[in-house]
């Protein structure tokens, strides 16, 4: 055990300085994230994209400090076992007594000898755990002919909603194709539309009730051709008539005139 003991200490000690490498590029990492995350939630306009931003930024400096953490531990934990492997073990020695009693008439005799044994305790080895993998499959939907009932598969709950005609919207960058002006919905619902323009920089989907104020929903990074623009569960708002708008910024910030419709939630 004491050499076993040694050889980690060695082991640890000989790869400690790529373990604070490691530990180093990953703070760094996580630094950008959070400047990146702050700087998002300065700039947002609206009140939705400023919490969300300010979850992700609390989430990054968590991170930060559990990286910090792991680090003072590797070094605390490597220092204490250092020492502690260094004391030298005292040796202890058993004196054995022979007691001996006399009687008359029969001659002497020696009392039994106890000898005192030591017994070790069984070592317990750690079995290794399994890394956890995940994996995600993503597959790119068939958009069916129009007039049909569509069915919608989503992980959470399908829904089904009669197909009617899409939004007048004037750009042809900025369109909503499914479900159509006036759609009644429940459950989870894809939005299949197109959302690229020239200078893309990302798009966004926003809610609001009749003569209200918009709310965000969504937001994208990416441009998306005749494809899903967004995946929403309808159970998170109550049931009603309400308005549905795509919004495509560029990267000067500017957007051109959103492309709305409204939808009816069941």
């Known amino acids: 055990m004491e050499l076993l003991g040694k050889f980690f200490v060695e082991f640890i000690t000989g790869i400690q300085s790529w373990l604070y490498l490691f530990l180093i590029i990953i703070a760094i990492f996580l630094y950008r994230a959070i400047t990146d995350a702050l700087q998002k939630q300065t700039q947002s306009i609206f009140v939705l994209e400023r919490e969300q931003a ?48 006399t009687s008359y008439p029969s001659p002497p005799s020696p009392t039994p000898t106890v000898t005192l044994t030591s017994t070790s305790l069984p070592s317990l080895t750690p079995s290794p755990t399994q ?56 459950g989870v619902v894809q939005f299949v539309g197109t959302a690229n323009i020239e200078n893309f920089d990302y798009y966004k989907v926003e809610l609001r009730y009749p003569n209200g104020e918009w709310s965000f929903l969504q937001r994208y990074d990416s441009p998306v051709s005749q494809g899903v623009i967004a995946v929403w569960d309808t159970n998170t708002v109550l049931p009603g008539r309400y308005g549905f708008r795509l919004i495509v910024v560029d990267k000067t910030g500017n957007y051109p005139l959103p492309c709305e419709m409204s939808i009816q939630i069941n």
């Open 131 to 186: 890394p956890l993998t995940s994996s995600s499959v993503k597959q790119k939907p068939t958009l069916p002919p129009p007039n049909t009932i569509t069915k919608f598969v989503s992980s959470e709950q399908p829904t089904q909603y009669i197909i009617k005609s899409p939004p007048n919207c004037p750009n042809p960058g900025i369109q909503i194709i499914r479900p159509g002006d006036g759609a009644s919905l429940s």
């Open 54 to 101: 300010r979850g992700r930024l609390t989430k990054k400096i968590i991170h930060l400090l559990v990286v910090i953490v792991v680090g003072l531990g590797i070094y605390v934990s490597n220092d204490i076992t250092a020492q502690v492997l260094s004391i030298e073990p005292i040796p202890t020695s058993v004196t054995i007594v022979q007691v001996f009693t």
